[in-house]
């Protein structure tokens, strides 16, 4: 299993930067693919980006490409997301989560870090 700590949301103007990161308890922290969701208030959860275990291959959305940046250390079981040029319709919980790298399913998640994002 692994415990996965988010920490660097908080409160930022349009145009301005945040850097999330994502702490992994454990030793394999390289056999997991990790990605970056967000959820707004009344709406669903959505993907932001997706990392592959060796950091190899990444993913984006649509609405965050060419702004956000997924990245991630495995010698410091961290994930990061650099996430620049920020928007209004930024502004929401940012969880990380985590899945065997040959399992299709996030088994587990964060706790979730707020981004708010004002214009």
């Known amino acids: 299993q692994v415990q996965l700590v988010e920490s660097g949301g908080g409160l930022v103007q349009a145009a301005g930067s945040l850097r999330l990161s994502c702490a992994a308890s454990?030793?394999?922290?390289?056999?997991?693919?990790m990605g970056w969701f967000r959820q707004a208030p009344g709406k669903e959860r959505e993907v932001v980006a997706r990392?592959?275990?060796?950091?190899?291959?990444?993913y984006y959305a649509d609405s965050v490409k060419g702004r956000f940046t997924i990245s991630r250390d495995n010698a410091k079981n961290t994930v990061y997301l650099q996430m620049n040029s920020l928007k209004p319709e930024d502004t929401a919980v940012y969880y990380c989560?985590?899945?065997?790298?040959?399992?299709?399913?996030?088994?587990?998640w964060g706790q979730g870090t707020q981004v708010t994002v004002s214009s």
């Open positions: 989560a985590a899945r065997y790298s040959w399992l299709p399913n996030y088994d587990y």
């Open positions: 454990g030793r394999t922290f390289s056999s997991y693919a």
């Open positions: 990392i592959s275990a060796n950091g190899a291959n990444t």
